[in-house]
């Protein structure tokens, strides 16, 4: 073979694999500081009914890939009932006992430990955390079972916590949820909201203290 023909094979190997190299390169996705690729979007989380009557009713939902880190305990003190599309059986005059929250091991988009005081928010999968500067959206899902008189009854809800993370804790906290899903074999007598409730809650005094 001549010289002139290899080194054509020879240059058109470099061709092929410095276009394979740009080719690998160009498809990996970058992850920005504070972000992660796994983390889905919060309209893949939750209902796009609560979405619309949260940013409808409170604002905008804090959005960002750097959100403040949250780690603490805090208590939400007075805890308000502010909205709901059920008034009748969830009257907001209705002041509810105080409820302590622990958030722990943030990691970018992910919390791995959050921790309710009321028995129903415990989550079952990935809890995510956007925001940016010091507003944040904590948004998640959670499967909670509850056997009663011999029924069983699963509850799938749909979580979210947004506010303005101080010092001396968070401000102007929002807290709502909505019944995405219900498996009742009681034939009703013992579900007490049925799909597509949504609630909405707020701290009394805007404040939510550190503990």
């Not at 009663?148 to 009854?153: R, S, V």
Request: glycine share 8%; net charge negative; charged share 20%.
């Amino acid at each position: 073979m001549s010289k002139h023909r290899l080194f054509h094979i020879a240059f058109g190997l470099i061709i092929v694999l410095g276009m394979n190299g740009c080719l690998k390169e160009g498809s990996e996705t970058i992850v920005y500081l504070g972000y992660e690729n796994y983390i889905p979007p919060i309209e893949d989380v939750i209902p796009q009914e609560l979405l619309k009557v949260y940013s409808d009713s409170i604002g905008e939902i804090p959005r960002g890939y750097i959100p403040p880190n949250v780690e603490g305990s805090f208590v939400i003190n007075p805890k308000h009932r502010m909205l709901s599309n059920n008034l009748i059986s969830w009257p907001l005059e209705v002041i509810e006992p105080d409820l302590t929250f622990s958030i722990s091991n943030q990691h970018n988009g992910v919390i791995v430990n959050l921790n309710f005081s009321e028995a129903t928010t415990t989550p079952s999968d990935s809890v995510y955390i956007m925001g940016h500067d010091e507003y944040f959206t904590i948004y998640y899902r959670e499967i909670k079972e509850f056997v009663d008189e011999g029924f069983t009854t699963v509850v799938t809800r749909g979580m979210i916590l947004t506010g303005e993370i101080h010092q001396e804790g968070i401000r102007n906290l929002r807290y709502a949820d909505i019944i995405i899903d219900v498996y009742d074999d009681s034939n009703g007598l013992i579900v007490q909201y049925p799909a597509g409730q949504y609630f909405i809650y707020k701290d009394g005094d805007e404040l939510s203290n550190r503990l």
